[in-house]
């Protein structure tokens, strides 16, 4: 056998970089960019350049395994399904909703697809959902309630068009490096670049302004630059006439945000404030970035909508080198919130509409469960309560992901049945009393759709280790397990379904797919006509026109106490990726990114006695962390930052199971903290 490649798409970020797998002699022995590819243009990040390494790992969960005491057995595929049948028939014949189905936003659309209609259809419940919950769920309500479409409007090209980039609680050096080169392409060609973080972030070292707003004051901050933008004449009149509704409610409700105002509630200073909105305002074309800096906080929905009601009243929507941006977190979290794997959600559209319904029952042959599903932030009470009885989690990590992580601890335990579907033996898998191994994305053929909403294959390169199978095969025999009657055959059927309800899918197809090119960004139409800029014409409201209302404000900073007076902020690094199951096994990264830290300003830390390395404890309301401090110049004084990937530094317990009212993620951003240096033994 010789050396040859294969084209696939690499399995961490929502970026989607496309890359080639190197096979030799039957192994993967490496990854390279794909060269002509738009949105990585052949380069690579560590966590893409070293993914390969994933692939032979020896602690792969290799067989089926159930809990025998402290221990685990290993047993055969029948006997597993036979323990699903045992324990989730009983239960969905009392109650439905007593089961719990966490789909993963790393698999693929296809598997995604399968396990909402596995949960509604063979379960008889809405309660499904993925980890959108925790990261960028606020961006699809909000940008639906603005647009009336939950996705970004423009693509990653398109930022080299813009006059203007704004970067909103966003840090893409570190955590979207490919997507981070779009925009230094944009600064090197001109454009001017805005970034809002409290941090001193690598993406904040090079922008031309930087606004550093107290967090939780952003949509204070947003009032201001829309108030300026209004009261100076920055407004695109012609298009809020034919392109908008109820621009009058938003003016007055931020007629009083005057600049000096603003700056008291926010801590930025007013030239700086007038000069970014000058800037937004002015660009021919400007273009807003945003990530979690922006979505985890209570009160995100409302700001993330401000943020698109700033697009629109400067036009800046609809065109090249405009538009609002979400940069989604894991590999396919986009896909898997159009495949309808959240509670309210379904295939196509909102579990509201009735025509999305419609279509659904009657390619499923079954009626839908009538009561709504609960969202993944609502599981471990209800759990503790005794309501949610069994849970089926596939590739997700709720016990290092998910807000106050030691309710997650207690909500397992109280439940009868738990399975972990994994490649590894995840944090949370140990609290399984059933493991089934699944496969990784070199294993197995599919679809993944980027933050941009390319829709791109995946391609099974090699088979997966001993008994591990693909999570759409694994699925399908649950769900026979169970009594279905499922008819795919390879995942290509599946996608051919889910062509019939996703209208944005309808064009898309595995043979236009495979045809060379770098997959196609939804809607597309029959023929395989893509969008690369969504609301060219018109939104996708009931009217046509953009959603223009009052601000809601929210100010979150008078949380912080005398007991609690520091912010903690929490982020990624550029060679770990989120709870780490995947990338803290691959030695390369680990070389690059060891261990978790706590990182605090140089006068806050004198203020404690603490010199880096150091070990300090970190005390919310929620939970006590204890971490190497780092002293840096990257966090202002108030503030500490915390990596989110490290099972011993693992910050969820500090973090309370606060919600925002309309998205139900967790407020990860801005938690009230003391800190205090260790005595050493
Ligand atoms: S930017 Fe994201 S998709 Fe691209 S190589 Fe890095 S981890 Fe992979």
Known sequence: MSTNVVQTICPFCGVGCGMYLVIDHGRIAGAEGWPEHPVNRGMLCPKGRFSYALVNRPDRLKYPMRRDGDTWKQISWDDALGMMREHLGPLRERDPDSIYVFASARCTNEESYLAQKFARVVIGTNNVDNCTRMCHAPSGYALTRVFGGGASTNSMDDLEEAG???????????????????????????????????????????????????????????????????????????????????????????????????????????????????????????????????????????????????????GNIGRPGTGVNPARGQNNVQGTVDMGAVPDGLPGGSMSDTSVRTIVEQEWHAPLPQRPGLFATQVWEAAQAGTVKAAYIIGENPVLSEADGAAVVRGLEAMDFVVVQDIFMTETARYADLVLPASLWAEKDGT????????????????????????????????????????????????????????????????????????????????????????????????????LSALETVDLTSRLTAEFPFTLITGRLMAQYNTGTMSRRIDQLNRIAPAGYVELNRDDASQIGAVSGDVVRVTSRQGTLIAPARIGTGVPRGFVFIPNHYEDTALNVLVPNDTDPVAHTPAYKGVPVRIEKEEQL
């Open 448 to 547: 993944f759709t980027n933050t941009e909403r390319r829709v791109q294959r995946v391609r099974k390169v090699v088979e997966s280790p001993e008994a591990a199978n693909r999570d759409w095969r694994i699925l399908i025999d649950i769900a026979d397990a169970l009594g279905a009657d499922w008819y795919y055959r390879k995942p290509e059927d599946i996608f051919e379904e889910i062509r019939r309800v996703v209208p944005a899918y309808a064009g898309i197809t595995y043979p236009l797919l495979n045809t060379p090119g770098f997959g196609l960004q939804w809607p597309v139409g029959e023929g395989g006509d893509e969008t690369e800029i969504l609301y060219a014409e018109r939104f996708a409201t009931p009217s046509g026109k953009a959603r």
């Open 164 to 314: 203007c980039v704004l970067v909103w609680g966003y840090n893409p050096f570190e955590t979207h490096p490919m997507l981070f080169q779009h925009v230094i392409a944009a600064r090197k060609a001109g454009a001017k670049l805005i970034v809002v973080d409290p941090r001193i972030t690598q993406t904040a070292k090079v922008a031309n302004l930087h606004l550093q707003p107290i967090p939780g004051t952003d949509i204070a901050l947003l009032a201001g630059m829309i108030n300026y933008v209004i009261q100076t004449g920055l407004l695109d009149r012609k298009f809020i006439e034919r392109r908008t509704e109820g621009f009058e409610e938003l003016a007055k409700s931020v007629e009083l945000y005057t600049l000096e105002l603003t700056s008291s509630l926010t801590g930025v200073p007013a030239a700086l404030i007038r000069e970014a909105a000058l800037a937004y305002g002015t660009s021919p074309a400007s273009s807003i970035l945003f990530g979690m800096g922006l979505t985890q906080h209570v009160g995100s929905t409302a700001t993330i909508a401000a943020l698109c009601q700033l697009a629109v009243v400067t």
